[in-house]
């Protein structure tokens, strides 16, 4: 009888057991299967951003410059943004008299290719200021090349030598001479074209080019504030960039600039004190630095200039 009741209750025992491990079984099959499930998610994760990221490039590819947007580095501190000055860039043809703001074009081309070469991202206006306010960066070695006064040399032999490296420049404007018709200088035609290419992009050197920190208010006023509306009217876009000419400007200037809309002004390296660094949003968006190039820079001089803020933005990551 005992041994009876001892043997059913190990059947029952069995009975329990039987489930228990069904129920085990089940249980640890759900929980590799959420483990699995979670180790795909960031992919799935991945694929759609990517395939976001890919619409964005899609539509950015149609804009007739057709550098791939590249994917923008976040930095720990603000950027450190090089900015070059040139002039004109000529050629024996142009019988354009010797100058040193006249950078011979084999010159000119080398250091194009030099910063090609080097890994450089030559920025549009529009990444220049997003790389000056923000905290993020298309790369770490990166050059704004800016071309004052408009001269005509900006389209015939400049613009030319963009589009074959693929680089981005910036153009600041006289609209006086151009209005004008003036010998050697761009017409609204050339720079219409030349910003429909978007490689290049403008902005104000006034309406006649005087040092405007010798200026009255008024006359500052109507420099600043009439050559923004002529740009503004011509190129259906809103000018906020202005390089004073001969790097001259007073207090009334920037304010006066801020007041009309400018956000953006450029110096001349060595004039009003100004020192030839790379440009950082802390030492003012109004009064960016930059560095001169002549006849004389070698590919070699200008690599120099840049490399103390690819150093910074490298160790910025
Ligand atoms: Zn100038």
């Given at each position: ?9 190990k059947?029952?025992?069995r009975l ?6 069904v129920l ?12 699995l499930?979670k ?16 619409s ?13 947007t590249p994917?923008?580095l976040?930095?720990k501190?603000?950027n450190?943004?090089?900015i070059?000055m ?6 024996d043809?142009d019988q354009?008299p ?7 074009v084999?010159t000119?081309?080398n ?6 070469e080097?890994?450089?991202?030559t ?7 997003r790389v000056l ?8 070695k ?5 071309f004052?006064?408009g001269?005509?040399t900006?389209?015939t ?11 981005h ?10 209005d ?7 017409t ?6 030349m910003?429909?290419?978007?490689w290049v ?6 309406v006649?080019h005087p ?5 009255t208010?008024?006359a ?7 050559s923004?509306a002529d740009?503004d ?6 000018t906020?960039m ?6 001259g ?11 009309l809309?400018?956000?953006y002004g450029?110096?001349?390296?060595g004039?009003?004190g100004?020192?030839?660094?790379a440009a ?5 968006l ?7 190039m002549?006849d ?7 690599l120099?200039?840049l490399?103390p ?5 490298e160790?910025?990551n």
């Amino acid at each position: 009888m005992k041994k009876r009741l001892r043997r059913k209750k190990k059947s029952y025992k069995r009975l329990f057991i039987l489930p228990i491990l069904v129920l085990l079984v089940v249980l640890l099959g759900i929980i590799a299967f959420s483990q699995l499930t979670k180790t795909k998610a960031p992919e799935q994760q991945n694929a759609r951003s990517m395939s976001q990221a890919k619409s964005v490039k899609e539509e950015n590819s149609s804009e007739k410059s057709s550098v791939a947007t590249p994917k923008w580095l976040s930095a720990k501190n603000e950027n450190q943004l090089p900015i070059l000055m040139f002039h004109y860039v000529t050629s024996d043809e142009d019988q354009l008299p010797k100058d040193s703001n006249n950078i011979d074009v084999t010159t000119f081309e080398n250091e194009l290719k030099a910063l090609k070469e080097q890994g450089y991202t030559t920025v549009s206006a529009a990444d220049a200021q997003r790389v000056l306010t923000t905290k993020e960066k298309p790369s770490n070695k990166l050059v704004w090349l800016t071309f004052d006064d408009g001269s005509v040399t900006m389209y015939t032999r400049i613009f030319p030598l963009l589009k074959k490296y693929q680089m981005h420049a910036t153009s600041f404007i006289i609209t006086s001479f151009v209005d004008n018709g003036q010998g050697g200088i761009l017409t609204w035609e050339q720079i219409k074209e030349m910003k429909e290419s978007g490689w290049v992009d403008f902005g104000s050197h006034t309406v006649d080019h005087p040092d405007l920190g010798t200026q009255t208010l008024e006359a500052q006023r109507s420099e600043l504030a009439d050559s923004k509306a002529d740009l503004d009217k011509n190129l259906t876009q809103k000018t906020n960039m202005i390089c004073y000419p001969a790097g001259g400007y007073n207090q009334n200037t920037l304010d006066l600039s801020t007041e009309l809309g400018y956000q953006y002004g450029f110096l001349d390296p060595g004039r009003n004190g100004a020192v030839a660094m790379a440009a950082k949003e802390s030492d003012g968006l109004l009064t960016l630095p930059r560095f001169r190039m002549m006849d004389t820079t070698s590919a070699e001089d200008m690599l120099q200039m840049l490399q103390p803020a690819a150093t910074y933005n490298e160790q910025n990551n």
